[in-house]
Structures are given as structure tokens and as C-alpha cells.
């Protein structure tokens, strides 16, 4: 299975995975990788470390937006098979851990099913391991506040509300936002194109999630990379308040 990458900035690709994304960033020959796509999606996920950076093993460090199992899915393997550390926001690392799960619930997924989308989104989603299993045995949280000593020097923002421990990537010199689950620009379930949140039933507490847009509509930056959707070119601030007037 060929993954399509695409280059979107200097040092930067966008995988559109089923149905949702990861981003590598590079320095050289070294690589960070953001997400990693659904359990099901770790063929394509491989594929794509090999094209950019020669092999899976390239990877200094997995960083994870937030830790749903879309985002999550080959976080361990690449732990295991690898060594790669994988790093989260601290309110995020029990639920690598699974010591909960705030997921969307089969029981949510049902009450929604007369919305557009939602059937063939869910069938989807349990095909691809949506509902399997996938701790992280050792999750890390970021070391320190501010820039990640890792290519592509990723500042994590701290977005919750989609999660409680939900992280966006800002890469300031690069003018590049990676905005996970918190900011999209398209879904299966949804029929807007363009920015906006996530249909409701997706967010653990759907007010800040709302509130954390006026935290992305401060950074600066002219490209969005989003967990779901294509990517938006354009500045993030009047992405982020086009959701948030579409939300309110
Ligand atoms: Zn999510
Ligand atoms: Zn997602």
C-alpha cells in the first residue's frame, strides 16, 4: 500500500491517512513525526516514514495531538518495534495510557446515526480499529514548557476541550499550524468545507473546545495542518475565528 504524501512546506508533509491525517516534519535526516493515523492505517503510515525519511526508524520522537485511537493507532508499535519515544501533553499521558477512554461511544455514534455521513463514517472507523484497543505502555509528557528540542522545534498549545490534554503544534518560523482534532477543515460526518470544529459528539466538553479557538486564533501562520481535512491555506487566526462563528 503507497501512502500519498504530500510536501506542503519546506521540511513538511501532510499524509492523508483513512480518513484522517499525521504530518512528518524533517531536519536533515532526522524526522518527528505527529499522529499516526489508525491502528489499520500503519501500513500506510510506514510507507510514508520510508518515502520521506528512508525508514520508520528516522523518527527521533512521535509526538500525539491528542490520544483518540485515529491519532494514536501505531503510537505503541513504533514505541516497541522502534524505541521512538512518544510524547503527549501531561493531561493527556493517562489517557495514552488508557487508564480512561473519552472517546465517542458506540452509544453516541447510534443516537447520531440519522445525521448524514455518520453510518458509513462509523463502519469505517471500526474496520480501521477505531474501537480496538491501543494503549501506550510509557507515554511521555512534554519536558518542558515552549519549543520541543525535536525537528521542526514544535510548540505544543495546549487546546483542550476535544480532549482534556488536546495539543495543537505551532512551528512559528515555518508559519505552519498543526491543529489535530481541534481545529479541521472537513470530516465524513460534516457537510461544511473549510474551517470548523468537529461535529458535537466528538468533544469530551464542547464549550472549550469553542473557548481554545481564541487560543489558535493568536498564532501566527499562513498554512493549517489539520487531524481531519485538507490542508488550509490562509492566516490560522481568521481560520480559527470562521470555526468559532460557526460554532456559537
Ligand atoms: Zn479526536
Ligand atoms: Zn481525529
Known amino acids: 500500500m503507497r501512502a500519498e504524501v504530500q510536501q506542503v512546506a519546506d521540511g513538511t508533509y501532510l499524509v492523508h491517512g483513512s480518513n484522517t491525517n499525521w504530518v512528518i516534519l524533517t531536519d536533515g535526516d532526522a524526522v518527528t513525526l505527529v499522529d499516526t493515523g489508525y491502528p489499520g492505517d500503519r501500513e500506510l503510515l510506514l510507507d510514508s516514514l520510508t518515502q520521506v525519511a528512508g525508514s520508520p526508524e528516522a523518527v ?19 514505541r516497541t518495534a522502534y524505541g521512538t519515544p512518544v510524547l503527549l ?20 455514534v447510534l443516537k447520531n446515526g440519522w445525521r448524514p455521513g455518520v453510518v458509513p463514517w462509523a463502519l469505517h472507523a471500526i474496520r480501521s480499529g477505531g474501537t480496538t484497543h491501543v494503549p501506550v505502555t510509557a507515554p511521555e509528557a512534554f519536558p518542558k514548557p515552549g519549543p520541543l528540542d ?51 459528539m466528538f468533544h469530551r466538553e464542547r464549550a472549550r473546545a469553542v473557548a481554545s479557538l481564541d487560543v489558535l486564533a493568536e498564532l501566527d501562520g499562513e498554512l493549517m495542518l489539520p487531524g481531519h481535512g485538507p490542508a488550509h491555506r490562509g492566516p490560522v487566526r481568521e481560520a480559527a475565528l470562521l470555526a468559532k462563528e460557526r460554532a456559537l
Not at 493517562?94 to 461511544?105: I, N, S
Request: cysteine-free; charged content about 15%; hydrophobic content about 35%.
Open 89 to 108: 501533553h501531561e493531561a493527556e499521558v493517562p489517557h495514552a495510557r488508557r487508564e480512561f477512554l473519552h472517546q465517542v461511544t458506540v452509544g453516541d
Open 60 to 78: 527521533t520522537a512521535v509526538l500525539i495531538t491528542h490520544a483518540h485511537n485515529d491519532h494514536l493507532g501505531s503510537a505503541e508499535h513504533l
Open 150 to 200: 525535536l525537528p521542526g522545534r514544535p510548540v505544543p498549545v495546549h487546546t483542550p476541550g476535544h480532549t482534556d490534554g488536546h495539543v495543537a503544534f505551532h512551528l512559528p518560523e515555518a508559519g505552519v499550524l498543526i491543529s489535530g482534532d481541534a481545529l479541521v477543515s472537513g470530516h465524513a460526518t460534516s457537510r461544511i468545507e473549510g474551517p470548523q470544529l468537529l461535529p458535537d
